[in-house]
């Protein structure tokens, strides 16, 4: 009887640690078959490359390069982000590097998972930098950092090295994964529009409607010798027409009459 109560305990228990376990704990990413390898990437957040789940990046760069990516993400996906810097040459110190996230309105997302910011010895010829993001939300709170729907802009750089290392060349493989995919969830809302950088700040100014050229050359031609009239001709003919009168007023009250 004993014995029967306590593997229902057991199995009661393991079955509660199961429905305890994340569901997105699954094997790492994999390039998606006949994915399009890309071998460049942005240097800034304007500039940062597209790229998809799945699709394999390959660039060759060197030591102190800020390298940047963008992705789009939906409700509910997490995503992994796996990176590789490998050494080609001997370093003359330790090095540390990072991996950072940034969502459309460039707020850095904090990893659930992975070595975001690893530093490696001068002997290693691989430093290996990960980040599992958060899961997608379809909507969130103005005042929250929570991911939402939209473009995400990945940022790899090193944050402290040697200078005699800087500029050496290095070769970075870099993958994005979706490692779950639940779909959008009763959330009780939705994001009117994806959070996408915005490449285009500022806004341009109408032209000034053309004049025509004749008539802009004839006023031109006329007007050449004239001086160009502003404030300062305007105060400085002011001020002399009020020396010219204060002068004769001057001599008016100084001028003696003459003796017959």
Known sequence: MRTALFRSMAALL?????ALLPAAAV?????????TPVNRAGTSFLTATPITA??????????????????TATAGQV???????AFPKVRSGASTWTVDVFDGLRRRQACTAGAQTPTVDAKASTVALGCT???VRPWAEPWSADPLPGTYVIRLSVIDLPEPDLGAPIDVDLLVGTVADRGASADDGELAAPLVPNTKAGTVLNAVPPVD????DESDSLTDWLPDLGSRWVWTGIGG???AVAGVFGFALTRRPRRR
């Not at 393991?14 to 199961?18: D, E, L, N, P």
């Not at 790492?28 to 006949?34: E, K, Q, R, V």
């Not at 799945?54 to 940047?68: K, N």
Request: proline share 8%; net charge negative; hydrophobic share 45%.
């Open 241 to 243: 027409a009020l020396a």
């Open 133 to 135: 993001l958060r899961e």
């Open 27 to 35: 094997a790492a990413p994999t390039p998606s078959p006949g994915a």
């Open 213 to 216: 050229a004749e008539a802009d």
């Open 14 to 18: 393991a079955a509660g640690g199961a």
């Open 54 to 71: 799945g699709q394999p990046v390959r660039v060759d760069a060197s030591i102190g390069d800020h390298l940047y990516w963008s992705f």
């Open 79 to 85: 995503h992994e982000i796996n990176a590789t810097v």
